[in-house]
């Protein structure tokens, strides 16, 4: 560097790491680190929603994935306005994606602790209270099963409630999504 140059206060610039580094490149690489920072994490809320939660998926058809959920959980995605028991006891619990359209169609199904009157004043509370247009409500007095389709927006549900010689009741839920309007 020449003598005027210092003499007018200028400094040479180091990219070692051990000299001083201008503000300008500070702020590219704390931004270049911020950036990483946002990918790792994307990353592994991907995995811990996929992955680690133990969900299995696999191609059912050109453009259809399965993904299902271990046994006694309740795969992601899956409406949870729709469980309307704490705790239940889940059979199984699956969703299959359709590529074109954004479509995705989860499942559950899972033994009741209610009888079968219990589930259908439930579910037919909940769908009306929840805005859903009732093309078809379960009727307690048909036996050993019933069933309710609803619709609102660009979802529909399909619950079925089917009632074994015990008395026990499976409520088997599918739900669409049809993406945006």
């Given at each position: 560097?020449?003598?005027?140059?210092?003499?007018?206060?200028?400094?040479?610039?180091s990219l070692g790491a051990?000299?001083?580094r201008p503000s300008?490149?500070?702020?590219?690489?704390?931004?270049l680190a911020l950036i990483a920072a946002v990918v790792i994490i994307a990353a592994g809320w991907g995995?811990?929603?996929r992955g680690l939660s133990g969900e299995t998926s696999r191609e059912i058809a050109p453009g259809q994935t399965l993904v299902t959920a271990p046994a006694g959980d309740v795969v992601s995605n899956f409406p949870q306005e729709f469980i309307l028991e704490k705790d239940p006891e889940v059979a199984k619990s699956y969703r299959?994606?359709?590529a074109a359209g954004n479509v995705s169609q989860p499942f559950l199904r899972y033994q009741s602790r209610w009888n079968m009157a219990?589930?259908?004043?439930?579910?037919?509370?909940?769908?009306?209270?929840?805005?859903?247009?009732?093309?078809?409500?379960g009727d307690p007095e048909e036996r050993p099963a019933?069933?309710?389709?609803?619709?609102?927006?660009?979802?529909?549900?399909?619950?079925?409630?089917?009632?074994g010689g015990d008395g026990t009741v499976s409520v088997s839920i599918a739900y669409t999504d049809k993406g945006a309007p």
């Open positions: 560097m020449s003598e005027d140059a210092n003499k007018a206060g200028s400094q040479p610039i051990s000299g001083p300008s490149q500070r702020a590219w690489i704390a931004g995995l811990y929603q299959i994606e359709y219990e589930n259908v004043a439930a579910f037919r509370d909940h769908l009306r209270q929840g805005g859903w247009a009732v093309i078809r409500a019933t069933f309710f389709n609803a619709a609102r927006e660009n979802k529909e549900v399909n619950i079925i409630l089917f009632e």
